[in-house]
């Protein structure tokens, strides 16, 4: 299963998914998106950006909302990926393939806890 994160890089908002089961370490996407100016997105700006979805329940597809979208590489990996569907109670599975094909996210490698 896979949660999807929003990030404010530059002050801009971008979308960060990743396993389930893991948590960010905010150091690490630093590096690994070369730039100090990297913080979360607050709960307030996470409604605001996403009014059709439950807090916390955002799909994975940042061309539909205007953002960029980051993918772990351990994900990229997976033959399927599941996520919300905007609700805590609705996922969707579909083939990796398919959602880097709709979605065009930029692969990192990062460490995370």
């Known amino acids: 299963f896979a949660k999807t994160i929003i990030l404010k890089v530059e002050d801009v908002p971008e979308m960060l998914v990743l396993p389930a089961n893991r948590r960010i370490l905010i150091h690490e996407l630093r590096e690994m998106l070369e730039t100090e100016h990297?913080?979360?997105?607050?709960?307030?700006?996470i409604r605001e950006l996403f009014p059709d979805c439950e807090l916390g329940a955002m799909p994975p597809f940042g061309p539909l909302y205007g953002m960029k979208v980051h993918v772990t590489e351990g994900l990229a990996h997976e033959r399927e990926i599941t996520f919300n569907a905007g609700t805590?109670?609705?996922?969707i599975t579909m083939p990796y393939a398919d959602f880097e094909r709709l979605v065009h996210p930029a692969i990192i490698d990062m460490v995370t806890a």
């Open 88 to 91: 805590h109670t609705e996922t």
């Open 38 to 45: 990297v913080k979360l997105a607050s709960e307030r700006e």
